[in-house]
């Protein structure tokens, strides 16, 4: 994984058939949103989660806002999402003309704090949108509860989960409806790339309907269109590269676990960094490894780490910003005015380490070493 003595954040990771599937592609002529590989990769995305229907579309941005656009979400609705979340979440509800409503996170696993949802439900609420941060399955029995209690849909945003599991389930098959992203980072990859899951047939044909400018999905090919579309659509050269992924979905799987047992392996016993706590009954497919720097015990605060990790050609990356942040979201109406003490803690304090799944035992281990020895001299340093 070291490139010229330089340790990327996240690389993409092709070892099945990625190259055999896109010359294979490129060789038929099938390279825009027909051909064979798209269909192949929807059901087996679809199987692998463990619902009826896929929907390949060209980003997981893309995906939510299909998946939300199918539940006829528009404007006068609310839409709960997590504060602490990836831009594209709270974007993807804004498109429907909704407004995303934000909820703390939980201290410990970073999701959202189920305890604060149901005060935030109003008459306008239309679903709930959990987000598996960093692959960290949210509690979805307890999401599943408030959702039944107030007849909400959930839209899970599985964008970071790929394989991740709740009570033995897939990420993606608790919900109404799924979003997936296939973004060069991602578990799974197409380079750029979503995918829409869900196992209700009438959204699914929405979605399909929604994804093509509304052309007609069993009706003539008329060009008379009924409702405004998108195009979305997700190329076969694409899909190429994701059947090839998802072939080995479990294998790319175990390689970010095993990154980030052996973080914490590595790291086990040095004060004030802090990681993502597991939910319960969660397996957790490590999308990212983030750590938290706690000065007082760290000795330096995240911010000198990142610089140091920088000039030894490690790369890292902040985690989010929360939504109450965004002058966007602000300018949107969105309400920003609450605290958010939990987001603020994680955006101030977190980072990601290199977490691609080409990345060895003895690249861990060095980026492990190198953290505790600028601990070690951290403290050399303030006792001077
Ligand atoms: C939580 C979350 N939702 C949505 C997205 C959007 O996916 P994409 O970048 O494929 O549009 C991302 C991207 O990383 C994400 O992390």
């Known amino acids: 994984m070291i490139q010229n003595n ?8 092709l070892a099945g058939n990625e190259l055999a599937y896109i010359t294979e592609a490129v060789s038929s002529g099938w390279i825009s949103s027909s051909g064979s590989f798209l269909q192949k990769f929807e059901n087996l995305f679809a199987n692998y989660c463990g619902v009826r229907f896929g929907v390949g579309v060209c980003n997981g941005t893309m995906a939510l806002h299909l998946a939300l656009r199918a539940l006829n979400t528009k404007e006068g609705d609310e839409v709960i ?49 959990p987000v598996h941060i960093f692959g960290n399955m949210c509690n979805m029995d307890a999401i599943k509860n408030i959702a039944q209690k107030y007849n909400l849909y959930i839209v899970e945003d599985a964008a970071e989960a790929h394989g991740s599991e709740f009570n033995g389930k897939k990420s993606g098959s608790f919900s109404d409806i799924a979003a997936f992203s296939f973004y060069a980072n991602k578990n799974i990859t197409t380079g750029e790339g979503g995918m829409v899951i869900t196992d209700n047939e009438e959204l699914y044909k929405q979605v399909k309907y929604f994804k093509n400018l509304c052309f007609p999905i069993d009706g003539p090919r008329n060009y008379l269109h009924e409702d405004i579309g998108f195009n979305y659509r997700m190329s076969n050269l694409h899909a190429a590269i994701g059947l090839a992924q998802t072939e080995k979905a479990d294998y790319y799987r175990s390689l970010r676990q095993q990154n980030n047992q ?38 330096k605060t995240r911010d000198e780490l990142i610089a140091f990790l920088k000039e030894n050609n490690i790369e890292t990356r902040l ?13 949107y109406g969105c309400d920003c005015t609450n605290d958010f003490p939990v987001t603020d803690f994680l955006s101030n304090n977190g980072f990601y380490l290199p977490s691609g799944s080409g990345l060895s035992e003895s690249d861990i281990a060095y980026i492990c070493d190198l953290i505790i020895s600028f601990k070690k001299l951290a403290y050399k340093t303030n006792s001077l």
């Open 319 to 331: 985690v989010f910003n929360g939504m109450h942040r965004q002058n966007s979201l602000i300018r």
């Open 262 to 299: 052996l973080y914490k392996k590595y790291l086990f016993d040095c004060n004030g960094v802090i990681f993502q706590k597991d939910e319960k009954q969660c397996l957790n497919s490590n999308w990212m490894n983030a750590i938290l720097i706690k000065p007082e015990e760290y000795g």
């Open 6 to 13: 330089f340790i990327p954040v996240c690389s993409p990771l």
């Open 81 to 129: 999402i997590p504060d602490f979340t990836m831009i594209a979440s709270a974007f993807a509800v804004c498109y429907t003309g909704a407004k995303p409503v934000f909820i703390d996170a939980d201290r410990k696993t970073w999701n959202i704090d189920v305890k604060k949802i149901e005060e935030k439900i109003t008459k306008k609420t239309k679903a709930i949108m």
